[in-house]
């Protein structure tokens, strides 16, 4: 039976902060006054409980029970609560679920652990293998192997000390010999680079700084989440975002759970979604933070056949070095193979170790005598081949982990017999060969090591590896095929408004590897691709210095993307590019030569001279980036869902990769670019920081974006639950150009796409727009009114969006 859906207290919009040290509560409450003229209803805040001191982003959790000290603490928080209703403002938190800080100085619970062994109360909090590594918890904190630092470890008191490391002392071991004193604890600290390999306690992803909590479990639950229940239950919050419930051991009953003890509050999930998967419908939420509403809005403003153009120009520029042709799902495959053999490989040791467990004790024939290997073969060539994050119980597994795949995944093996393997591994996570506590343990590690391993597959290594396109590696989007038809949008509405109509829309948020504007620019790269290869042709003629041609292009459109920018943030978040990708450099093993001439080439050529050249031609393209930007930003904000803005995205928004995307930003005293019109002086740049607005275009984005958000505050029934979205389609030669839509025959929106495009072939030419019987005023310019069928040329007048608003009936049969 499918959960009634939550209904409390729908946001009609919501405002992203980036809580830190440096923005505190108060610096929060100072902004909401601003805030609140915008036109959003909430404020969406980033985790409020305690973290890792000094934390600029609030993941790490280390306490669930205390609102975070460096913030204000419970009364800073309850004080900006009090200021955001006296503005008629709510809150809306993000919570963290999957896991903690592995920081036993901070994390009182885990220092118990480490202190007592599984023994301890809080042993039952975290996941941990304790029959691993001889029962001992790895912590992957030495610099080296332990006997070349055995002199930096000192006992200190009850507590082992490894410079700003501390870890407490198992009772009665203080006065052993250093060596025997390590081998007594309950926890063994080691090179880090045993991580990769060797840890038995479960990470997000394949950090090793944050630990797994079993939240599964109701005691955990109900520990990890008294705090902020309370406070939604005391008014404080109004709502809330989970992140990555895909790391969990069972999204549906936590889903479910946390439902029930919110009373029904208005919650969203961070879950990327696939191209074609959709949310499970039985999970009680409001829907997704909305990752896949940014892919479909982006993919409106992709030229298809200049993509695929632009695509072959790539693999020339960058050949040999476009990871094997530059083909995106082969990308995706060998990337997954290379997580899984290094990132991941302590994960699949132990999924490993719990399948072959499965098959020794097993009852049926079929399932003995699988050896280890097979078994790892086999996991890794299904895993490998899932096209989603992970399967749900709610959700037909079948479907996830398909016998397509299992059909490839047998070829890996050279014996036919052997390749059984794999029909025993699928039976074992379809859940075909038996129900008991072990056989769910299995299902629930495959599914969250399936979620760690497309994360860090897709989103953290494909995406810089295949960048033809960079605005389309975006997360939830779909790089090989990043563009979209109006009539495929149209019906990706139709369906969110008929199945999700709360759910969370965004184009910017904290974790966006570019901002929507940068997006919007790169978007018309796919109108202009072979103007684009000329000017890489002229900047890269003495480019024999750049380190390789697939980094080069990334370059050249990262700075297209993003505008004049200090070389620092371009060198940064170019040095971030090429670790992820992995295939010169990494994280965990930097080749200085490499990442020096990257930077020198980021210096003298992007950010040199020849970077001129590439600003020269984006500011000839700046009419029609504006266009992409205001289309972006009208059609978020008008779509079925409730829209989600990220700090200073209200302006001209331009940002890179975090930390790039997550510094402070000031906000202007309450009334400061408050307009009421569209014009190219309106809205006064205002927002500093990651992504300062300009006069011009931020300024007119600015006015959009308070005349979209003021009508959806004024007509919340427009948009709401019980509203109707219907496509408005327009006629003539350039109709394809014009993106429009009527919610509940109230409010009309219309966009410009491919505006280039438009302009090559000669404009709009007497392409109209029939509207929908009645008069109907511009929202963004007043005085303005149209009814019947208008010349699209005429309304785009100045601006190529528009947002109009019926203001009443014509007579009948004059529309």
Same mark, same amino acid.
């Given at each position: ?25 108060? *610096? ?270 982006? *993919? ?44 991941? *490989? ?256 980021? *210096? ?212």
């Amino acid at each position: 039976m499918t959960p009634e859906r939550p209904d409390p207290t729908v946001p009609t919009a919501t405002y992203r902060l980036q809580l830190q040290p440096d923005f505190p509560f108060s *610096a929060a409450a100072a902004a909401v006054p601003y805030l609140a003229s915008l036109g959003v209803s909430h404020l969406h805040l980033s985790p409020v409980l305690e973290a890792v001191p000094g934390s600029r982003h609030g993941y790490d959790i280390v306490d669930h029970a205390r609102v975070r000290g460096e913030l204000g603490g419970e009364e800073g928080l309850r004080a900006l609560a009090r200021t955001a209703r006296e503005h008629g403002l709510g809150l809306v938190a993000d919570i963290v679920p999957n896991h903690m800080a592995m920081s036993p100085r901070h994390n009182r619970a885990l220092w118990e652990v480490l202190r007592e062994g599984p023994k301890s109360p809080y042993a039952r909090w975290f996941d941990i293998d304790w029959e691993a590594q001889g029962g001992q918890v790895l912590l992957p904190v030495l610099g080296a192997p332990v006997g070349e630092v055995l002199d930096d470890l000192r006992v200190d008191g009850d507590v082992l000390r490894y410079h700003d490391h501390a870890f407490p002392l198992r009772d009665g071991t203080g006065d052993l010999p250093l060596p025997q004193l390590l081998d007594a604890q309950w926890y063994r600290p080691v090179w880090w680079r045993l991580a990769r390999t060797e840890l038995n306690y479960r990470r997000f992803f394949s950090i090793s700084e944050l630990i797994g909590v079993r939240v599964e479990d109701p005691e955990v639950f109900e520990a990890t989440h008294a705090t902020v229940l309370r406070l939604l239950h005391e008014g404080v919050l109004d709502g809330l975002r989970v992140d990555h419930p895909d790391g969990l051991a069972d999204p549906d009953t936590y889903l479910r759970r946390l439902h029930e003890a919110s009373g029904g509050r208005w919650t969203v999930v961070e879950k990327i979604l696939a191209d074609g998967e959709r949310l499970p419908a039985a999970w009680p939420v409001a829907g997704t933070t909305g990752y896949d509403a940014l892919r479909h809005v982006d *993919a409106l403003f992709v030229d298809p056949a200049g993509y695929g153009e632009l695509l072959g120009r790539y693999r020339a520029f960058a050949a040999p070095q476009t990871d094997r042709g530059g083909d995106w799902a082969a990308t995706v495959r060998r990337a997954a193979h290379k997580v899984l053999s290094f990132e991941l *490989a302590t994960e699949m040791d132990r999924l490993t170790r719990v399948a072959h467990r499965l098959c020794v004790a097993s009852p049926e024939p079929a399932l003995r005598d699988r050896a280890p290997w097979a078994l790892r073969t086999a996991l890794r060539e299904l895993l490998v081949r899932l096209e989603v994050y992970r399967p749900y119980a709610s959700v037909d597994a079948a479907s996830v982990v398909t016998e397509e795949a299992a059909a490839e995944a047998r070829l890996a093996f050279p014996v036919r017999e052997e390749g059984g393997a794999v029909d025993v591994v699928r039976d074992l996570v379809l859940g075909r060969s038996g129900d008991g506590p072990e056989h769910v343990e299995f299902r629930n590690r495959f599914a969250q090591t399936a979620s760690a391993l497309r994360a860090k597959s897709v989103e953290d290594t494909a995406f810089y590896r295949y960048v033809p396109l960079l605005s389309a590696t975006e997360v939830g989007g779909n790089p090989g095929g990043p563009a979209l038809s109006p009539d495929e949008f149209h019906a990706y509405c139709a369906r969110v408004q008929r199945d999700w109509p709360a759910t969370g829309t965004v184009v910017s948020t904290h974790d966006t590897k570019r901002s929507a504007d940068v997006r919007a620019a790169l978007a018309v790269l796919t109108e202009c691709p072979e103007r684009w290869a000329d000017v890489l042709t002229e900047v890269t003629r003495s480019g024999d210095d750049m380190p390789d041609a697939q980094l080069a292009w990334a370059a050249w459109q990262t700075v297209f993307g993003l505008g004049s920018a200090a070389g620092e943030r371009v060198r940064e978040a170019l040095l971030k590019h090429v670790r992820e990708a992995g295939m010169y450099t990494s994280w965990t093993e930097q080749e200085p030569a490499y990442e020096d001439a990257v930077a020198r080439f980021v *210096a003298e050529g992007p950010c040199g001279t020849p970077g001129e050249r590439v600003a020269a031609f984006r500011e000839a393209l700046e009419p029609h980036i504006r266009a992409n930007v205001l289309g972006t930003a009208l059609t978020h904000l008008t779509m079925p869902g409730v829209p989600d803005l990220y700090q200073g995205t209200e302006g001209e928004y331009l940002a890179l990769v975090d930390p790039d995307n997550r510094r402070p930003v000031r906000f202007p005293p309450a009334g400061d670019g408050e307009t009421g019109a569209v014009s190219n002086a309106g809205g006064a740049g205002a927002i500093a920081g990651a992504g300062a607005t300009s006069a011009g275009a931020g300024g007119t984005k600015e006015a959009v974006t308070r005349g979209a958000l003021g009508l959806r505050r004024r007509r919340p029934e427009v948009f709401g639950d019980a509203a109707t979205y219907e496509p408005l389609a327009a006629q003539g030669p350039a109709a394809a150009h014009c993106l429009a839509f009527v919610r509940s025959g109230e409010v009309v929106t219309a966009v410009t796409r491919l505006s280039l495009r438009l302009a090559e072939a000669g404009g709009w030419r007497g392409t109209t727009l029939p509207l929908p019987p009645g008069r109907w005023a511009d929202a963004l310019a007043p005085g303005r009114e149209f009814t019947g069928q208008v010349p699209v040329e005429e309304l785009f007048t100045g601006v190529p969006v528009a947002l109009l608003e019926r203001v009443g009936a014509t007579e009948e049969g004059t529309d």
